[in-house]
């Protein structure tokens, strides 16, 4: 950033002495909002556009201004732009930069326009791609999970309440779980997406314009579903932004979520996964540790995603109608949020297949929990005890267990008829692991051929035929 003989300010007609030094500093976002200029170029080239289609700019006008946006834009790529902290923000730079180059037609492309319009439409512009890269960033994951759990369908898994066990699952099961939510992620950001996608330009300021504009055209011209109908609301409100975050912060409670359980299913302790040495780093004192970096990161991570939506919203909370400079800090949190939520997702892809599943771990730990307790008790339902009685018979056989250190299947038929006569030979395939997946066989359930059936929904759901 070089201002070494500072540019004229596109605002200075009324004032008579020069900005404070500090201040100008201070108020400039050209630092952070520089990130929007292929947008806020879009943007005024549709502007443009529009303009001369309404007879307010001449065609030569125009092209003057298209090319001269056009010039500017592979300036900024080929990094041969400077920036200028005087000139505010990226809206008043790439204008200057403008009129630099063409001339007066330059000066002409603000008509019927404010930057309050202006930085709206870019900034709904910007989120509106980053949605969509984060909704394909998702499907990865998610493709990622499919192929994962295809693998793992028949794999048995203590299934956890109150991280206590509880029932024997498949870790195929438990997989497709976080795809079903990383479902609704997509959904909810494509919901967003469609309330991100309206036009404020038009606005103006915050009245609207005097300029016979059409805003349809303006519209058509960004893919825009329609101009905001109101203008006031349309430079004011950032609600987008928070509906933006709020999305992201659930997408990254997930996530969150999901690191949690590989954290502590590759501890020493479970033992049930290890991840890849590539996901993984040691210590520099301790030499056997080899710890899971990548998931508590991503932990760590979804603290400030859902610091910026409290932000964001705190933001808005007090502001009047209309625009406010308050709304210049809605870039950094949303430039934030929208990076790390790539980030996480793309490694959080990238670490799925290197899940190694050490399986032995994982059906010893569902053969010690007494995890067939209820299928003990669904049986003795089938033969006609009622539920509660049944209840109450299998938690005295559980007790006899732990007392014995014994799971149930370990029992002998006599000592397992000692709590209840309804229970004969055929007890033994209701007590084994595979018996207690198989039986959750409908929609929804852990039965292999339910989770390959839901696997193969699925797929039809990501790749419609
Ligand atoms: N840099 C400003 C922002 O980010 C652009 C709009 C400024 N408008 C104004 N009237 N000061 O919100």
Known sequence: MSDSHAPAKLWSGRFNEPTD????????SVEFDQRLYRYDIQGSIAHATMLAGQGILSDAERDAIVQGLEQIRKRIESGDFTWSVALEDVHMNIESALTEAIGNAGKKLHTGRSRNDQVATDI???????IEAIRSAILRLQSALLEKAELEAETVLPGFTHLQTAQPVTFGHHLMAWFEMLE??????????????????????LAGTTYPIDRHRTAQLLGFSRPAENSLDAVSDRDFAIEFSASASILMMHLSRFSEELIIWSSAQFGFIELSDSFCTGSSIMPQKKNPDVPELIRG??????GHLIGLLTLMKSQP??????????????FDTVDNLKGSLKVFADMVPAINCRKEAMRQAAQQGFATATDL??????????????????????AFGIAEGRDLSEMSLQELQTFSQEINADVFETLTLEGSLAARDHIGGTAPNQVRAAIARARERLEPA
């Open 184 to 205: 609704r992620d997509r959904e909810r950001l494509a919901d967003c997406n469609s309330r991100v996608n309206v036009m404020p330009l038009g606005a103006a300021a």
């Open 377 to 398: 008790a669904d049986y003795l339902v089938g033969k006609g005890t009622p539920f509660r009685d049944a209840h109450e018979v299998v938690g005295k056989a559980v």
């Open 21 to 28: 030094a500090f201040v100008e500093a201070f108020t400039a």
């Open 301 to 306: 991570k979804t603290g400030r995603i859902f």
């Open 321 to 334: 109608l209309a625009y406010n400079k308050d709304n210049q800090e809605d870039k950094e949190p949303l």
């Open 124 to 130: 709904r512009l910007w989120l509106r791609d980053e």
